[in-house]
């Protein structure tokens, strides 16, 4: 077996066995905790950039489907797991992992102590790596690693966002939604779909003009990567939606984007929230949610605190109180840090489609 290496960008080394493509990739390292969902998880535009640590000892035991998938690639910069295992048991599944793997140019790193490595993670915060199964020497994995960004400042949802606007659903619906495209999950416009609504994705960039073309009824913003505070022009745009006093949601990425053109600050997280296990308590209906999430970036309690005149919050993390969902007191305009669609997922908060489909009915009437 061909072997691999691992460097954190605090000096930590491992040394374990190469999967996937042989090559080197570089990116921000973090770890999803989840058991199951491993290639909806690769797959998530939210991870565009980043390395991946699976927590879940054995993964490619089932294989992939292409009906899993929740985008057009794997997004995924590199993987680095305990077991990675080709020997699938899935009857359905079109491939193994190796080759789906080869066949979309990850590098991947296996045999490693990954409790370790998430433990250092956890006890140091988020940090930049690299994996290489063609460079041994440790001197020449630090320089490469000495070129790469970090994470804070960096805007990547244009560059995981859709080129041209599509549409998806019956175009004789009643409802009709305009999504704000900035690394959406397939399965959040299927939900959307599913109530009966008409959709239509735009480019992350899209102008007020170009939303409103479409003629919707409400308004969405997607989940997706980056620093959301270097998104001046989604920031600008989302302040000409609340104007138009039409419903608006936003899940992930969109909430902290909402926050922000409200004037609520968001910030860099020591090393976020990724798995589909999170405990959230909805402080409107006083019930507890079990949560899907991935976020290295959250919003800020203390601007929150500042805002109460026009923001009230929703939603908690109770495993540290950060903030998990606002409601807008001046706007139709609601959002969560988690993923009601679930892929992967409990599917406990899937109500906040509902709600929105029904914000939108109510606003039309």
């Keep these: 077996m061909k072997k691999a290496y691992l460097l954190l960008e605090d000096g930590t080394f491992y040394e374990g066995t190469a999967a996937g493509k042989t090559g080197t990739a570089t990116g921000e390292i973090c770890f999803n905790t989840g058991m199951t969902g491993y290639q909806e998880v690769f797959t998530d535009p939210s991870y565009f950039g980043q390395i991946l640590v699976a927590t879940n000892a054995h993964i490619g035991n089932y294989g992939t489907k292409d009906l899993d998938t929740q985008s057009e690639r794997v997004q995924i910069a590199g993987f680095i ?68 960004p970090n994470m804070e400042g960096l805007e990547l949802a244009s560059k995981v966002s859709t080129d041209e606007a599509y549409t998806v659903g019956d175009e004789n619906s009643e409802v009709r939604i305009s999504v704000l495209d900035f690394g959406t999950k397939r399965n959040i416009v299927q939900c959307f779909v599913d109530r009966g609504a008409y959709v239509k994705v735009f480019p992350a960039k899209s102008s007020l003009e170009d939303l409103k073309s479409f003629d919707p009824d409400g308004y969405f ?67 507890c949610e079990i949560t899907s999430q991935n976020h290295g970036f959250g919003v800020s309690p203390e601007s929150i605190k500042a805002h109460e005149d026009i923001v009230e ?53």
Aim: hydrophobic share 35%; glycine share 6%.
């Design 221 to 287: 913003l997607s989940n997706g990567p980056g620093d959301p505070a270097s998104m001046d022009y989604a920031i600008s745009t989302i302040r000409e939606i609340l104007a138009l006093k039409k419903p608006l949601f936003g899940i992930c990425l969109g909430h902290q984007l909402l926050c922000l053109a409200l004037g609520i600050d968001t910030y860099k997280m020591h090393h976020g929230h990724r798995g589909i296990n999170h405990p959230v308590k909805n402080l409107e209906t006083s019930k």
């Design 81 to 148: 797991c305990k077991n990675f295992n080709d020997n699938y048991s899935r009857p359905l599944a079109d491939q193994g992992i190796q080759e789906y793997f080869e066949n979309e140019n990850l590098v991947a790193i296996g045999d490693v102590d990954t409790r370790a490595i998430v433990k250092r993670i956890r006890d140091k915060g988020a940090m930049n790596c690299i994996i290489s199964s063609e460079i041994s020497d440790i001197t020449e994995l630090k320089e490469a690693l000495s070129k790469v």
């Design 313 to 365: 919050i929703t939603h908690v993390n109770l495993n540290d109180n950060t903030i998990e969902g606002i409601r807008s007191k001046q706007y139709p305009a609601f959002s969560v840090q988690y993923h009601p669609e679930a892929c992967p997922g409990p599917h406990d908060s899937r109500y906040l489609f509902d709600q929105f489909i029904t914000e939108i009915k109510e606003n039309k009437a």
